[in-house]
């Protein structure tokens, strides 16, 4: 009898010894999530390089970032100074010519002082690209394919079929300066299998739309001027309960309008506001728990997004709209640092979005490849003549101009 109670009585000692062990779990746990989800750039860039290291870890990062360090090693620097396109456009050239430079063992440079010198704005990460002075007398060679699409092809031609590697080689130093995928033929190219091996990339890697996020995140990482700026969006999203708002995030390209005169028309846009909003309004769930973030090449698309939905629900990000290649000359030099910060920053936050609408631009098509954190292709929406899902890597756009 005495026993069955001692029995009951460390029974309900090990009970309340597990409540109390369960309620201090608990605690530490909703502690930890609340320190390591604050919501700033910083944090999201290291949890984003964790993930990539892990899903490329097969791959042989050391060839990618150790290559030659000497000042007078053979070069490779991708060059904008003018006509060079939009930041899609570049982030395209830059990531082709960092892999053309790894495969012929150069070392990568990139020299962007326009619109604005871009190390003001994203300085290197995992590999020095800072531009240097050559010394005189060596051999160079410049290639620009940006104003000429048959140079680009016949490039493309050359990357994809022949040894350009050993053509290459008679140079010291080569200038490219071009808006193509380069990294795809030449990671095909049968000439170059014996240094394409080396980077043991897995067959679904072999493309620069699957390296890309890779690539990025090697290369650069944001000022704190950038990260002032986009996380003044992200710590909207940290509510009081700790509970993080869901971020719609709107990139709306029209092409040529009264803020971007010099910019390209782009046909069937016509009622892409309307449109976007509409869906927005019927396909999404809009509540507190969710912001609408605004990007776009018009200032009055802008202004009337942040109009239409309220205030604490809405949110771009300040500072002058300009297009970095097309630029009026009305801009200052200021004007276009800041302008320039702003692409940078809106690209950062449209890399955090949960879900994204875009427009038929690589600006947005490389940010959203970007969310890796979620998933780069959970609710992604495109417009091109109404709004599609686009559901993988495999999704094509349903008109070719859109
Ligand atoms: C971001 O948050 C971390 C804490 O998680 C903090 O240490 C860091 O200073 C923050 N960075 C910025 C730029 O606020
Ligand atoms: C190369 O990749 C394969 C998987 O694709 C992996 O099993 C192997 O360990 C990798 N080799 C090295 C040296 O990392
Ligand atoms: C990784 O790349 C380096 C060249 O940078 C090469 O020497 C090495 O053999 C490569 N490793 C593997 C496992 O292929
Ligand atoms: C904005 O907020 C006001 C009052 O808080 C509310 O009446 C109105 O419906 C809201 N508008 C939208 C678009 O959510
Ligand atoms: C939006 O909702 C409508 C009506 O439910 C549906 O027919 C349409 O497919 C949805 N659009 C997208 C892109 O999912």
Not at 24 to 45: A, G, M
Not at 104 to 112: A, L, Q, T
Not at 190 to 197: D, E, F, L, S
Request: hydrophobic residues 35%; proline residues 4%; aromatic residues 10%.
């Amino acid at each position: 009898m005495r026993c069955l109670r001692s029995y009951r009585f460390l029974l309900t000692l090990c009970f309340i010894i597990g409540f109390i062990v369960l309620i201090y779990r608990l605690c530490s746990i909703s502690k930890k999530t609340t320190v390591s989800s604050i919501n700033n750039l910083s944090n999201k860039i290291n949890e984003r390089l964790h993930l990539l290291n892990q899903q490329f870890q097969h791959v042989n990062i050391s060839m990618l970032l150790d290559g030659p360090s000497s000042d007078r090693s053979p070069s490779l620097t991708y060059r904008c100074r003018k006509w060079c396109g939009g930041w899609g456009d570049r982030l395209r050239g830059i990531t082709s010519a960092f892999i053309l430079a790894v495969l012929s063992k150069r070392r990568f440079y990139i020299d962007m002082p326009y619109p604005c010198e871009l190390t003001k704005l994203l300085k290197p990460n995992l590999y020095n690209w800072h531009p240097i002075e050559f010394e005189a007398n060596r051999n160079q060679l410049r290639i620009e394919t940006t104003r000429s699409p048959q140079l680009a092809r016949n490039i493309y031609e050359k990357i994809s079929l022949t040894n350009f590697i050993k053509d290459w080689s008679i140079y010291d130093d080569i200038y490219l300066t071009t808006n193509s995928d380069y990294i795809t033929p030449a990671l095909a190219n049968k000439h170059i299998q014996n240094i394409v091996q080396l980077l043991n990339l897995s067959s679904s890697d072999m493309s620069q739309a699957r390296l890309f996020p890779l690539l990025y995140e090697l290369l650069f990482q944001p000022t704190d001027q950038v990260k002032n700026s986009v996380d003044q969006v992200l710590t909207k999203l940290n509510n009081d309960n700790n509970i993080r708002k869901q971020l719609i995030c709107l990139h709306i390209r029209v092409g040529k309008n009264p803020t971007m005169i010099h910019d390209k028309i782009l046909s069937y846009r016509d009622t892409i506001v309307e449109d976007i909003v509409e869906f927005v309004d019927k396909n999404l769930t809009l509540n507190k728990q969710s912001i609408i973030f605004i990007t776009s090449d018009s200032m009055k698309i802008n202004q009337y997004i942040l109009n239409k939905y309220n205030k604490s629900q809405s949110i771009s990000i300040p500072g002058p709209i300009i297009h970095i290649d097309r630029l009026s000359t009305s801009y200052s030099s200021t004007e276009q640092c800041q302008g320039f910060l702003k692409v940078i920053s809106d690209f950062y936050v449209l890399g955090e979005c949960d879900t994204l609408i875009m427009s038929r631009s690589g600006f947005s098509e490389w940010a959203s490849r970007r969310r890796y954190l979620i998933n780069p292709f959970h609710q992604l929406y495109l417009y091109c003549r109404g709004i599609y899902q686009v559901t993988g890597h495999k999704w094509r756009r349903p008109h070719v101009i859109c």
